[in-house]
């Protein structure tokens, strides 16, 4: 069957460091990528997307790479602050299918001063 | 610029009922899609509209329906209301051409008693 899986378990973080969060799929051939962060009660909102023929895309004090040799993408927070503490979607957009996005289930960061 | 608006943001009904969601896309945008997103889940795509039709349909029974009209915004209709129904409602907006990143309403929280 066709999965997309992020980190189940929430990660905890020091402010300061790097956040590394994983996004894992099988059985698609995406045509794109996009990373979306989620506040409780809100709205996702649209962070980065990466193409099939892109390797890393950066923002900021973000950035997403994409492998579709492994099919996983990983996406980055430098220099966390408490603000990045969220939920983090990813979504694939497959080829034919229009803007039909495919989500993860999520993983929530939280950032401790 | 006004972003994704919905309405209404809560709403409570029974089981067997009907309901209507609406949704403004943002100013510049012509598709608007619809998500069920469960508690701890990612959103999961309902359908998508362009050109007041339905381009893209995901895997809910017949009980949920849309529309689009002239001015792109956009409805959400679900019949025989059942308790797994209850969920948050997002509306995103975007351009037609695949690929493009999505713009979220803040959605509408509807809980089935």
């Known amino acids: 069957s066709q999965k997309i899986e992020q980190n189940s378990e929430a990660l905890n973080i020091q402010e300061g460091k790097t956040a590394t969060l994983t996004c894992n799929y099988t059985?698609?051939?995406?045509?794109?990528l996009q990373w979306y962060r989620q506040d409780p009660g809100r709205g996702p909102v649209f962070l980065l997307l990466?193409?099939?023929?892109?390797k890393e895309k950066r923002k900021e004090r973000l950035k997403v790479t994409f492998d579709t040799t492994l099919k996983q993408s990983l996406f980055h927070i430098t220099a966390s602050q408490p603000a990045d503490s969220a939920t983090y979607l990813c979504?694939?957009?497959?080829?034919?299918?229009?803007?039909?996005?495919?989500f993860g289930q999520g993983t929530e960061l939280s950032v401790k001063p | 610029d006004a972003g994704v608006t919905q309405s209404p943001t809560h709403l409570i009904k029974t089981r067997g009922q009907q309901v209507t969601l609406r949704c403004s896309p943002k100013?510049?945008?012509?598709?608007v899609s619809w998500y069920q997103q469960a508690l701890g889940q990612g959103p999961q795509f309902i359908f998508q509209?362009?050109?007041?039709?339905?381009?893209q349909r995901g895997n809910f029974p017949d009980r949920f329906s849309g529309h689009q009209f002239p001015n792109y915004s956009s409805e959400l209709n679900v019949n025989a209301l059942l308790l797994g129904d209850s969920a948050l409602y997002l509306c995103?907006?975007?351009?037609?051409?695949?690929?493009?990143?999505?713009?979220f309403g803040d959605g509408t929280r509807l809980s089935i008693l």
């Open positions: 995103a907006s975007s351009l037609w051409a695949g690929g493009r990143p999505q713009h």
């Open positions: 059985n698609y051939s995406p045509a794109y």
């Open positions: 990466i193409r099939e023929n892109e």
């Open positions: 979504a694939l957009g497959i080829y034919n299918q229009g803007g039909k996005l495919i």
């Open positions: 100013s510049g945008h012509d598709t």
């Open positions: 509209y362009y050109e007041e039709e339905e381009r």
